[in-house]
């Protein structure tokens, strides 16, 4: 069983920033690959990017260039830099613990993007 734990989310004005972790027990954290999803009100959760153990990335078009993902392996923790937030970013973040057919989640982190 993994435990994750998110935390940094908050309330942000458009423009700003925040900078998402996320804790894993999981042991040993490389063989899983690891991402951050959003789930906005009243829409599907969406997968905004993903890591590997060895630093391969990914991105949603809609975070590219402006959202960067990143692992410390020696810390089992993940992070999500995201910068130039905009409103369209207000959702609940979550982190996700990939391994095969399993999925391990946290209990997720909300970001509102508001003036």
């Known amino acids: 069983q993994v435990q994750l734990v998110e935390s940094g989310g908050g309330l942000v004005q458009p423009g700003g920033s925040l900078r998402l972790s996320c804790a894993a027990s999981a042991s040993p954290f490389t063989i899983y690959l690891m991402g951050w999803y959003r789930q906005a009100p009243g829409k599907e959760r969406d997968l905004v990017a993903t890591?590997?153990?060895?630093?391969?990335?990914t991105y949603a078009d809609s975070v590219k260039g402006r959202f960067t993902i990143s692992r410390d392996n020696a810390k089992n923790t993940m992070y999500l830099q995201m910068n130039s937030l905009k409103p369209e970013d207000t959702a609940v973040y979550y982190c996700?613990?990939?391994?095969?057919?399993?999925?391990?989640w946290g209990q997720g982190t909300q970001v509102t993007v508001s003036s």
């Open positions: 996700n613990a990939e391994r095969g057919p399993f999925h391990y």
């Open positions: 890591i590997t153990s060895t630093g391969s990335t």
